[in-house]
């Protein structure tokens, strides 16, 4: 079985910026960041593949980008531009997901 450890969240001003970080128990791709806002259901947001091509939903794309260290079993999401409607816990997992979730990191932007 598959343990995500996510890390790296926090509280930060609109504009400000975030490096999220991810651990796997194990290689598994493609891998992906997900998001979940106060009483909305889980989104993915972005995706990485072992061959590095990377996938991004409309509303995140432009501003952060993931990337991954194959031998480390890592995977990232630089965040910048951060707004206040990115505020949400964020979990990495596969794509399409396992059952097994992460604690997952929390993301507050706010001034």
């Known amino acids: 079985q598959v343990q995500f450890v996510e890390s790296g969240g926090g509280l930060v001003q609109p504009g400000g910026s975030l490096r999220l970080s991810c651990a796997a128990s194990?290689?598994?791709?493609?891998m992906g960041w997900y998001h979940q806002a106060p009483g909305k259901q889980r989104e993915l947001v972005a995706t990485i593949t072992n061959g590095g091509s990377t996938n991004y939903a409309d509303s995140v794309k432009g501003r952060f980008t993931i990337s991954r260290d194959i031998a480390k079993n890592m995977v990232y999401l630089q965040m910048n531009k951060l707004k206040p409607e990115d505020t949400a816990v964020y979990y990495c997992?596969?794509?399409?997901?396992?059952?097994?979730w992460g604690q997952g990191t929390q993301v507050t932007v706010s001034s």
């Open positions: 997992n596969s794509d399409p997901p396992l059952v097994v």
């Open positions: 194990r290689r598994i791709y493609p």
